[in-house]
């Protein structure tokens, strides 16, 4: 990043207007990143890597010391101690940096993160019927700790389904509200047909207070959770077969003819993108997969 701010004596009077608003706006939106970052809605470490990833980015034109001054507990002097041992200059902005300073400041946040006990985030994944449900519900027995994320969605309820525990049931108008207002950490059509969205404030809210979240979405929504938060853990799971995929959902008996093939179709599409999750559990046995998804909820060791 060079020249972010500067005025060339040669360029024109509009173009400077141009150049000083588009600053302002830089300004704003960097202003905002930090906002993120000091009520738990993103990690720092979440910012750096955004911007490492988009050299156009917000994030890519923040500068380091102020990213680490967002952090609870690093007042100027630790942010410059702390820059110090990371060998990057005060002025360094995040996307100047090279590989070796990127390296050192991933692991410093990462640890960082790990003492300040920042729990994970982990995506649950995977076609219709595989038992997403199922083994999120054991875990909500049986692991109390973790938060199991209420989803909002337009579909309506099926018999049994309580509005505030299984899902928030909303009409268009709710959710379209929610997504005017950013409230979503995600949201996607599923099938074709409903929306379903992860309400954000509860997510940033456990784990700012370390505790881990565990979220089971659709494909479009897990890729859309790995944009926002690199640092989360993307989880597929996957049936032991297809003919057994197809019993469960036809022995369930929660929909149509029509719907089942519907989300047979959506299931083909899901089971091809399963290389793009970090870890692959299969779910022959509901209480061996959900312990697995629960291991990969731990806190890491700094
Ligand atoms: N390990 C398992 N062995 C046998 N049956 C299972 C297993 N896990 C789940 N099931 C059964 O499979 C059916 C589908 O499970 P579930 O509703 O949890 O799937 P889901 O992935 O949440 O589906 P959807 O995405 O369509 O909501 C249910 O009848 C459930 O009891
Ligand atoms: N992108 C999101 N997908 C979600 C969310 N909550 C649930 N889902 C997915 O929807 C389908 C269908 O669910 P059903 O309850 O109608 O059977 C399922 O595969 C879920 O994973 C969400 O918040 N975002």
Not at 26 to 37: P, T
Not at 108 to 131: K, N
Not at 157 to 186: K, N, Q, S, T
Not at 241 to 251: A, K, S, Y
């Amino acid at each position: 990043m060079t020249g972010q701010g500067q005025r060339h004596p040669d360029m024109p009077a509009v173009d400077r207007a141009a150049a000083s608003r588009a600053a302002v706006e830089a300004r704003r939106a960097r202003a905002a990143v930090k906002q993120a970052v000091r009520a738990g809605e993103r990690s720092a470490l979440s910012v750096a890597e955004t911007a490492w990833r988009d050299a156009e980015s917000v994030e890519a034109g923040m500068r380091v010391r102020d990213l680490l001054a967002t952090l609870k507990g690093l007042g100027p002097t630790r942010t410059l101690a702390a820059l110090e041992s990371l060998g990057i200059a005060e002025v360094k902005r995040l996307g100047g940096l090279g590989h070796r300073q990127r390296q050192a400041l991933r692991s410093w946040l990462r640890s960082r993160e790990a003492v300040a006990g920042h729990g994970r985030l982990v995506v649950l994944a995977g076609p219709t019927a595989v038992g997403k449900g199922t083994v999120s519900a054991f875990i909500r027995e049986n692991f109390p700790e973790v938060l199991l994320s209420v989803s909002a969605t337009t579909r309506t309820p099926r018999p049994g389904e309580i509005d505030g525990v299984h899902y928030y049931f909303l009409d268009d108008e709710r959710f379209d509200a929610m997504v005017a207002a950013d409230e979503f950490l995600e949201w996607a059509v599923v099938h074709n047909q409903s929306r379903y969205g992860t309400p954000r404030p509860p997510v940033a809210a456990a784990l700012a207070e370390g505790r881990s979240v565990l979220l089971e979405i659709d494909l479009d929504g897990a890729r859309q959770v790995r944009r926002a938060m690199p640092e989360a853990v993307l989880v597929f799971l996957l049936p032991p077969t297809w003919e057994e995929l197809v019993r469960r959902l036809v022995g369930r008996g929660t929909e149509s003819a029509e719907e089942q093939a519907r989300r047979l179709r959506t299931a083909t599409v899901e089971l091809a993108a399963q290389d793009e999750f970090d870890v692959l559990v299969v779910n022959d046995d509901v209480e061996r997969a959900a312990r697995e998804v629960v291991d990969l909820l731990a806190v890491p060791r700094a």
